[in-house]
């Protein structure tokens, strides 16, 4: 009797057994791991090469004699900056320094005129507006630098160094190809005033040589942005 009972109590379990498993929830999934939200916040450091162009324009007094030439070439060096954004509005500072081989020789009436720069370099804000990875901002602040002058005529030579502090605005677009590496391109003018040569020896005691130097220069560049302090600001996913 008993025996006839177990074996339909057991068949009836075991064709029931699954139903009743279908019947359960299935096993939670876990979210996936929030995805950090890009910024241009943070420090960051990086390189930059290019071409410049300028204008030298001088004035020889007391003879009233002036003219103009175009000293050109490579500029290239490195720079730091640091960025704060809200929003979609970054702002930062940003400085650079480069080495360059802008120079130009030029003689009009008899006197060879040269002017060479062999460095120069920059403090300026930077204030864009972000369109998620790509940054387009315009920058303007001081700009520095050395300068190498010569007049060579008959009856002799004069060569004078000197650095001069003007001012330079630009504007560029730079685009972060990862969270961490961004590339750039950019374009500055810079005027950096006027600078007198003393030249005794060119055309006589009480002469002198007045440049006026302005540059233009376009630049690509890479940068490397240190992650903000705590993290990244992340976005969860659902």
Do not use: C
């Not at 008899?110 to 062999?118: E, K, Q």
């Not at 502090?165 to 810079?190: D, L």
């Not at 055309?203 to 940068?223: D, K, P, Q, W």
């Amino acid at each position: 009797m008993i025996r006839r009972f177990l074996v339909p109590a057991a068949a009836l379990a075991a064709v029931a057994a699954p139903a009743f498993a279908a019947d359960l929830a299935p096993p939670p999934v876990a979210p996936p791991p929030p995805v950090p939200l890009f910024t241009w916040a943070g420090l960051y450091l990086g390189g930059q090469i290019g071409y410049g162009w300028g204008t030298d324009t001088l004035t020889v007094f007391p003879r009233g004699f002036g003219t103009n030439f175009t000293p050109n070439g490579v500029v290239g060096g490195a720079h730091i900056g640091y960025n704060l954004q809200f929003n979609q509005f970054v702002a930062g500072l940003e400085g650079d320094v480069e080495g360059t081989s802008i120079d130009s020789s030029f003689s009009p009436g008899g006197v060879l005129y040269s002017t060479r720069i062999p460095v120069q370099g920059s403090i300026r804000g930077r204030v864009g507006v972000a369109f998620d990875r790509a940054l387009l901002y315009a920058t303007g602040g001081a700009e520095f630098a050395g300068f190498n002058t010569s007049e060579n005529g008959f009856p002799g030579f004069d060569q004078n160094s000197t650095t001069r502090t003007g001012w330079t605005v630009g504007g560029g677009i730079e685009y972060a190809v990862t969270g961490n590496w961004s590339i750039r391109a950019e374009y500055r003018y810079a005027d950096f005033g006027h600078l007198t040569d003393p030249t005794p020896f060119t055309f006589g005691f009480g002469s002198f040589v007045i440049h006026h130097e302005t540059e233009n220069a376009v630049r690509a560049g890479f940068s490397y942005k240190f992650d903000p302090f705590g993290g990244a600001p992340i976005a969860a996913q659902y």
